[in-house]
């Protein structure tokens, strides 16, 4: 079974094993260069807003991409793109020229999210679809840690990591170039309406834009966050995947819970925890070390499976058929959340004059912690019956399911044949 679902994604998974290893390594890379060569707060902080308003674009704009040139020629196209933009990063080293390429980064890597997410949802069916994503889950952690983790290989001050990097999003060309498999059909196109999504679900609208304003902020300013508390490379690199992990291995209880109670009180739950985490992160003397890296794994079980959780409650919330442009709308909140999140951080800093990243994202998740608690005194948690499954929910939280609707609807017509009854609150991964 295992084989039979694996052969006709093999040489993507081993594509994106190569991708997403080389974006682990940059995305640790490039704000310790950048504390390095002295870049200012603001500097810092428009280094992520400059990637997640790229990536943001790239979520819109990506699937009119896709339509135009296959999803083939787009990724080997974006790999190529990437490639270059990490070499040059090394080559010119200012603030201005790095706010460009890192926002060309995040609009390479949101076009190859899309490639790769449809790529697997076109070649996997209701039967499949979970193990193939949580395989690509399992990929994604893994490989995206082993990156950050190759930080250590050399001095950030030099060349090195940036053509490690710039070797393995190369070399995720490959498997796809000479790959057998056939791509994913041309795809369809939703456009997000947010007003009508927060009319579907508040909170779920607010807690997407609420994670992404906190880990965007964390993702930029968290290396940097620890190369200020005296943590060396190595150590910069521990940190950076305790709190990776802590959120991976939080996900699943959380979403087990979640199935058994109302989802928002859990978010409920997951915002505070990431807020006392944060709080502590910020106390915690920097000489005691191994309490940052423990506690930072805490804070990461808090903050990062709030997004898994309010795309749960939209999808309970949800009418039958809404689920993909639900999805791409919570996307899109994520995205300008996470664009604005690094550069509110680094003001905030300036205008305390003192590190600041935790107490940020600690403010941040507590507007979060007292909405949802508003909300929850306004309006009944769905009926037990209309809520879908946290995993399959999971499922869509990592995939950019706006440009394959039609794979969705395909998915929703085969469960119907196969259940018969099914209720139509029911919704198909």
């Not at 994503?133 to 995206?144: D, H, Q, R």
């Not at 498997?175 to 791509?183: E, K, L, Q, V």
Request: net charge neutral.
């Amino acid at each position: 079974m295992l084989t039979t679902v694996l052969a006709p994604i093999a040489a993507l998974l081993f594509s994106v094993s190569l991708l997403l290893m080389g974006n682990g390594l940059q995305g640790t890379l490039v704000p310790v260069r950048a504390n390095m060569e002295a870049f200012s707060s603001i500097d810092l902080g428009l280094l992520g807003t400059a990637y997640f308003l790229g990536f943001a674009f790239g979520c819109v704009h990506g699937p009119l991409l896709i339509q135009r040139s296959g999803h083939i020629r787009a990724y080997l196209a974006m790999t190529s793109l990437a490639s270059v933009v990490a070499l040059t990063q090394a080559l010119y080293v200012d603030p201005v020229s790095w706010w460009a390429l890192r926002a060309l980064t995040g609009y390479c890597f949101a076009v190859l999210y899309i490639v790769i997410e449809s790529w697997l949802n076109a070649r996997s069916d209701n039967k499949t679809r979970g193990m193939v994503f949580s395989i690509y889950t399992a990929i994604n952690l893994t490989v995206i840690t082993a990156g950050q983790m190759m930080l250590s290989l050399a001095d950030p001050r030099t060349f090195s990591l940036f053509a490690f990097t710039a070797i393995l999003v190369s070399l995720a060309a490959l498997p796809i170039a000479f790959t057998h498999s056939a791509s994913p059909e041309q795809p369809e196109f939703v456009r997000p309406r947010i007003g009508k999504l927060f009319r579907i679900s508040p909170v779920a609208a607010a807690g997407c834009f609420a994670v992404g304003l906190a880990n965007g902020a964390f993702w930029t300013l968290g290396p940097v966050f620890a190369q200020n508390e005296g943590f060396d490379i190595n150590e910069i690199a521990y940190f950076m995947s305790a709190v990776v992990l802590g959120g991976a291995l939080a996900q699943w209880p959380l979403g087990t819970l979640s199935d058994r109670m109302d989802r928002r009180l859990v978010m409920l739950g997951a915002a505070i925890m990431a807020m006392l985490a944060a709080l502590t992160l910020m106390l915690i003397p920097s000489a005691d070390k191994l309490s940052l890296v423990l506690v930072g794994a805490v804070f990461g079980a808090g903050a990062f499976p709030l997004y898994a959780l309010a795309v749960a409650h939209a999808n309970d919330c949800a009418d039958a058929g809404q689920s993909v442009e639900v999805s791409s709308g919570l996307l899109l909140l994520y995205g300008v959340g996470a664009a604005a999140g690094p550069l509110m951080a680094a003001v905030w800093r300036d205008i305390f004059s003192t590190p600041s990243l935790f107490y940020f994202t600690a403010a941040v998740h507590v507007a979060l912690a007292c909405y949802v608690a508003w909300r929850m005194s306004r309006r009944q948690a769905p009926d037990a019956d209309q809520r879908v499954h946290f995993n399959e929910a999971a499922i869509v939280a990592q995939t950019v399911l706006p440009i394959e609707p039609h794979a969705v609807s395909a998915s929703a017509a085969d469960d119907d044949t196969e259940s018969g009854a099914r209720s139509g609150v029911e919704r198909s991964s």
